[in-house]
């Protein structure tokens, strides 16, 4: 159980341009689901915490504008880079805390999307 | 404020050697929990074990096992007899229990487990 489906796994696109990635909660609900950067051989840092129905919350630093989250269903959410540059170019992950109503269950995290901005 | 070290970069061991990984946690709360995850070169995080701050048993799971000590704020991660398998990104995570997801996560591991 708690799997958590993450689309396209690889996108290449023209700096300019913008690029949707999809996160799903396919055997349970989400209220909330993360999503995070991870650089090359780096850690992962929390963008942005997703949560159904209202406004995404975003971590110091990180660009609202810059990277739309819209969790439109308990099942989905997704984020969408705009006018991407470059240095946008990264791994991003999304994650959704399991079936568990408890704040120590773990979080589950799809495969993640690697964008390359040319 | 919170934070999670992973001194250790990058480990090489010869297959069916014991390894272990160190994580070491700063946290002031008395509430939090500690994870640790399994990142493979295809990408996806793993779910290997959570473990919360009243529980300082040990924990055996396979070749798995992990050892949590509040006195060192350590929970750190050995692997008995490695194996090509293994090699991988691991990750040690700090999160609070005051009703927050929110995870820190160290720096990761990379374990390469040589045939």
């Known amino acids: 159980g708690a799997v958590v489906s993450q689309h396209p796994s690889r996108v290449i696109c023209k700096s300019g341009t913008s690029v949707k990635i999809e996160c799903r909660s396919l055997?349970?609900?989400?209220?909330?689901m993360f999503w995070y950067r991870q650089f090359p051989k780096q850690s992962l840092m929390l963008m942005a915490t997703?949560?159904?129905?209202?406004?995404?919350?975003?971590e110091q630093g990180v660009e609202k504008d810059k990277f739309l989250i819209n969790h439109a269903s308990l099942t989905l959410s997704t984020l969408t880079v705009t006018s991407a540059h470059p240095e946008d170019s990264s791994f991003y992950i999304c994650?959704?805390?399991?079936?568990?109503?408890?704040?120590?269950?773990?979080?589950?995290f799809g495969n993640g999307t690697r964008l390359t901005v040319t | 404020a919170q934070k999670v070290t992973q001194a250790q970069t990058e480990i090489s061991v010869v297959e069916k050697e014991d390894v272990t990984l160190d994580c070491v946690y700063e946290?002031?709360?008395?509430?939090?929990?500690l994870f640790w995850y399994k990142q493979p070169p295809s990408g996806e995080l793993v779910f290997l074990i959570r473990?919360?701050?009243?529980?300082?048993q040990n924990e055996i799971s396979g070749r798995y096992s992990w050892n949590f000590q509040k006195s060192t704020s350590s929970f750190n991660f050995t692997i008995t007899a490695s194996q090509v398998v293994d090699s991988a990104v691991y990750f040690c995570?700090?999160?609070?229990?005051?009703?927050?997801?929110?995870?820190?996560f160290g720096t990761g591991t990379r374990l390469k487990v040589l045939a």
């Open positions: 994650s959704a805390p399991g079936q568990s109503s408890s704040y120590n269950s773990p979080l589950h």
């Open positions: 055997d349970f609900q989400a209220t909330t």
């Open positions: 997703s949560n159904e129905g209202s406004k995404a919350t975003y």
């Open positions: 946290t002031r709360d008395t509430t939090y929990y």
């Open positions: 473990r919360n701050s009243f529980d300082e």
């Open positions: 995570a700090l999160s609070l229990g005051s009703g927050t997801y929110k995870y820190i």
